[in-house]
């Protein structure tokens, strides 16, 4: 029996709105095209063999009994590797990591050697035969003994090494901070910790390489947030000629940032497929995917903030110890190498604001910039919000109440923060006064201060945040050495319907539904009549990919505006037609028509027609209907939001319970208010794992202890509630839409908002702060007094 699928039946014609997903019948009904479908003839098998160790030299690696084993096609090691220069390869940061690690193993999960099989079976299987001999080494875990005078070096590897220091880097004014913390009535300040977590998205990471030995053309199907970049890095990898490479993501199952670095599976399976000949394909597994690739945050912050005795804040100054793990892999522009933390300045009108930060490399994987984090983001709003609720506490005073004493106000923006950066609009008072409205706020105060009557714990958490998203101007910001704008291009076929080519990459947001709505609002030609092509180098113009919510301000914008310059030629065509001044004629969605005269009009179907057809075009027009540009952002998006949480703990069980979320988010233009609650939803979601749930954490000897879902713990249904979401809107003054990004606001904005509530509920214990991830025990813990575990 065949589901039969509601119609589309709020799909306006034209332009922005409700419009169900255009992807998901597809989804729905399993016909997804994920990389782990693809089936090729011929095709190999390649899986990895992992280090046990966190911090080991390696004696010996010996494949013999491997390559015995019955279907085994390769055994390949770093020594071999490294023959052909293949060893190490660069990282989205400049640095360098192992592709198999050849003189030691730098942490649990790092890439041994791997094994090419006929199926993926045997190729697990031989993995057990090979023998590796490794000389355990003490490993560096804990990051704030990295720096240990006596700490031993895990990247021996860099030219004159003696250390684990990764970088150093600081913004704002020091003295100035310093002067004006000096004169401050309050300072409050607070260690906090942003765990390690990791994006876990649905899909896990992997590929398939084939390489035609005939026309020397290398295709990569790859779960990959940013094919144009990574085709790049291949190119530099391998010498191929960037013409010679095609990468392809087909459907994505989730990225969350953990797709945007380039792994070593990806580059053994180039390498099997060179060597082979044949194509390869490899899939890691869930175990694979939590300890090795891209974690996320890892930063150990110490808040400090200034404020008159009536609560006006001054200043913020915070000192970050990064974990970068033992490469630097993180994807992050040139000049930002701490991504846009800068901005922990938050949404309050500060005198003054210093920022020092040193990232170490300790014994894990390697990452830091992903899960929905707006490029660190989300340690910079956790900060402030947290460190904000610290100073409420000191002050006395209602949390909202100083907030909304010190937000920057309309008339403020563009507004320049004391680290640099400019807020391009924002109306932030409506949006927190919009979220108390939904939640009833200074109702939920009457009934806590009853039930605490009672000795019931209930707590009510509120944060407020800014984002930097659309990364962004490119005299500014690049990824190795590529610039951060985005190629767009739309053709109009003669019969009127369009495709429109995009450089970015969706896993789940909705592009081919968002960005058919763009073009549609801009032409008039309904979303259904135009087809989203992306995700293939071959397919696509040049632009650097999915993350730092940047495709609806970069690639969103870049698609508006080639859409316009379609309808300026359009527009020509119509003069012709109509046989008027391109002056005279009026545009109405879908159709220009000459002034006064409505019933004068010729529609932009029958004008493609006629830019395909016989007959005359005006005089130095060309046939066909299409452009293309390529957009170069004058600034980021900054969306805005309020947040308030209201949690119940279990004074017996310290169980903590959501009870109710209100989320209000500005994101300017909203282009489909569905995809944007979905999105709204879901980082809300993420959330609460992060607050109250996920953590990757290590033991002593560095074992990960995250290396599964049993242990790395995601919420269901079951631990958040109904979510209430609202929303303002504050267009983007040089976006050509006013649109800013949405895509990672939830997340960033939600962990401060459930742990204030969480301290909130704790007040009566004294409790100022406990760090994420709020379990049971952490929160029996701090109940007795005792502070949570670092
Ligand atoms: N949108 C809109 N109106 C706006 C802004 C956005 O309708 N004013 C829509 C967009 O058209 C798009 C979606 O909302 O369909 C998200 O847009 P945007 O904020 O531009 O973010 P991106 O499309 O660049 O997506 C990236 C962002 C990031 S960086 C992470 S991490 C994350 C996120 O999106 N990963 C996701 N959301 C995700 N959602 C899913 N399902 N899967 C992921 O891996
Ligand atoms: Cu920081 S995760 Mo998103 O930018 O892909």
Request: aromatic share 8%.
């Amino acid at each position: 029996m065949t589901a039969t699928l509601p119609e589309n039946n709020d799909q306006k014609p034209v332009g922005h709105g409700r419009m169900l997903r255009k992807e998901d019948p597809r989804f729905i009904r399993g016909r997804g095209r994920f990389v782990d479908d693809l089936q090729l003839p011929g095709m190999l098998h390649l899986a990895i063999l992992r280090s046990p160790f966190a911090h080991a030299r390696i004696l010996s690696v010996d494949t013999t009994a491997a390559e015995a084993y019955p279907k085994v096609k390769a055994v390949v090691t770093g020594a071999m590797l490294a023959e052909q220069n293949l060893a190490w390869m660069p990282t989205l940061s400049n640095d360098v990591q192992a592709v198999l690690a050849t003189d030691k193993v730098r942490f649990q999960g790092q890439e041994v050697a791997f094994v090419v099989a006929e199926d993926r079976y045997a190729a697990r299987d031989a993995l057990e035969l090979i023998d590796v001999e490794y000389e355990p080494l003490d490993p560096v875990i804990d990051v704030r003994k990295a720096l240990d005078p006596n700490a031993p070096v895990i990247r021996d590897d860099l030219d004159g090494k003696a250390d684990n220091h990764c970088f150093d880097w600081e913004t704002g004014d020091e003295a100035e901070t310093d002067r004006v913390f000096d004169e401050a009535d309050v300072v409050v300040s607070q260690d906090i910790v942003y765990p390690r977590v990791h994006p876990a998205p649905m899909e896990t990471c992997g590929c398939v390489a084939d390489y035609d030995r005939i026309d020397g053309k290398l295709t990569l199907w790859s779960t990959s947030q940013a094919p144009h970049a990574h085709r790049t890095v291949y190119a530099l990898v391998s010498g191929l000629p960037e013409h010679k490479i095609r990468v392809v993501s087909p459907d994505i199952g989730g990225g969350f940032g953990n797709k945007v670095p380039i792994y070593p599976g990806y580059v053994c399976s180039i390498v099997a497929s060179l060597v082979t000949g044949k194509p390869v394909k490899w899939m890691e597994d869930r175990s694979e995917n939590l300890i090795s690739t891209g974690f996320a945050r890892d930063y150990v912050m110490r808040g400090e903030i200034a404020a008159t005795q009536d609560g006006r804040i001054l200043a913020i100054r915070t000192n970050v110890l990064a974990d970068h793990g033992a490469f630097n892999g993180t994807a992050a522009p040139v000049k930002y190498p701490a991504g846009f933390f800068g901005v922990f300045t938050g949404s309050y009108d500060l005198e003054a604001a210093y920022c020092k930060m040193t990232a170490v490399y300790t014994n894990k994987a390697p990452g830091g910039v992903a899960y929905a984090c707006s490029f660190r983001i989300t340690e910079a709003v956790y900060l402030v919000e947290r460190i904000v609720d610290c100073l409420a506490d000191a002050l006395g005073m209602d949390p909202v109440e100083l907030r909304l004493r010190n937000l920057i106000r309309p008339e403020q923006f563009p507004y320049t923060t004391k680290t640099g950066w400019v807020y391009d609009s924002g109306d932030y008072e409506p949006t927190l006064r919009e979220a108390m409205r939904i939640a009833g706020y200074d109702e939920l105060r009457r009934e806590q201060k009853q039930k605490r009557e009672n000795g019931e714990l209930m707590g009510i958490g509120v944060s407020f945040f800014t984002e930097a998203v659309g990364a962004g101007p490119r005299k500014d910001m690049d990824i190795l050495g590529l610039g951060m704008a985005d190629g767009a291009e739309l053709r109009v076929h003669p019969t009127g319907k369009a495709v429109v080519r995009l450089s970015v990459q969706s896993q789940g947001q909705g592009h081919e539904t968002t960005f058919a709505q763009i073009v549609a609002e801009e032409i008039g030609i309904p979303p259904a009549d135009i087809e989203v092509v992306h995700g293939d180098t071959d397919q696509t113009p040049f632009g650097l990919g999915t993350y730092g919510s940047r495709s609806t301000p970069v690639s969103g914008a870049a698609v508006a505006l080639v859409t316009r310059k379609v309808r300026d030629k359009a527009r020509i065509i119509a003069s012709g037609m109509l046989e008027v001044s391109v002056a005279d004629l009026e545009w109405e969605k879908g159709s220009f028509h000459v002034a006064g005269d409505p019933e004068k009009a010729v529609t932009i179907q029958e004008i493609a027609m006629r830019a395909h057809g016989a007959g005359d075009l005006p005089e130095g027009i060309e046939g066909g209907l299409e452009a293309q540009i390529c957009y170069n952002p004058s600034n980021l998006t900054y969306p805005h939001g309020a947040y308030i949480c209201v949690v119940d703990i279990d004074p017996g069980t310290a169980q903590v319970k959501v009870r109710r979320f209100v989320a209000v988010d500005d994101c300017g233009t909203r282009i489909n208010p569905m995809i944007i609650e979905g999105q709204v939803h879901g980082g809300l979601t993420d959330g609460v794992g992060m607050a109250l749930m996920e953590i990757i954490a290590f033991d002593e000897e560095g074992n990960c202890l995250g290396g599964s879902l049993m242990d790395y713990l995601i919420p269901t249904a079951l631990e958040v509630p109904d979510w209430e979401t609202g929303f303002t809107v504050t267009p983007s003054p040089h976006h050509p839409i006013g649109a800013k990004g949405v895509g990672e606001s939830a997340t960033v904005g939600s962990p401060p908002a459930i742990v204030n509530a969480v301290v909130d509920a704790l007040k009566p214990f004294g409790i100022r702060h406990a760090d994420m991830p709020l379990t049971p025990s952490r929160v029996w813990d701090a109940m007795q007094g005792r502070p949570t575990p670092p």
